[in-house]
Nanobody, 125 residues
Framework: QVHLEESGGGWVQPGASLTVSCADS????????MGWFRQAPGKEREFVAI????????YYADSVKGRFTISRDNAKNTVYLQMNSLTPEDTAVYYC??????????????????WGQGTQVTVSA
């Protein structure tokens, strides 16, 4: 049974930092890939970042590259997303997900079946 639970969202001012976490109490974390997508109001869910179980492979959306860092602690079954230099354009619900193995279309949410309930991140002055 899959159970992904995100936490750590909130309201921050532009330029601030925030870290969101996703704990997996089910089988998803045993897979190779864990990652984050986000969805802003009126927009489609978009790719943010993924990380392999070995942590050697990470991929980021261009919009967050250099500002966000994804990491995971396999012993704690937890994946993190550290977000720096946040802007209002980063405002969205952030969702955790995973896959058994890497897919070439890793940026496409349709290739992920398991999702958490999401955590809201709001960036505003």
């Amino acid at each position: 049974q899959v159970h992904l639970e995100e936490s750590g969202g909130g309201w921050v001012q532009p330029g601030a930092s925030l870290t969101v976490s996703c704990a997996d109490s089910g089988r998803t974390f045993s897979g190779d890939i864990m990652g984050w997508f986000r969805q802003a109001p009126g927009k489609e869910r978009e790719f943010v970042a993924i990380i392999s179980r070995s942590r050697r492979r990470t991929y980021y959306a261009d919009s967050v590259k250099g500002r966000f860092t994804i990491s995971r602690d396999n012993a704690k079954n937890t994946v993190y997303l550290q977000m720096n230099s946040l802007t209002p354009e980063d405002t969205a619900v952030y969702y955790c997900t995973g896959r058994t193995n890497f897919h070439v279309n890793y940026w496409d949410s349709r290739f992920y079946n398991d999702w958490g309930q999401g955590t809201q991140v709001t960036v505003s002055a």
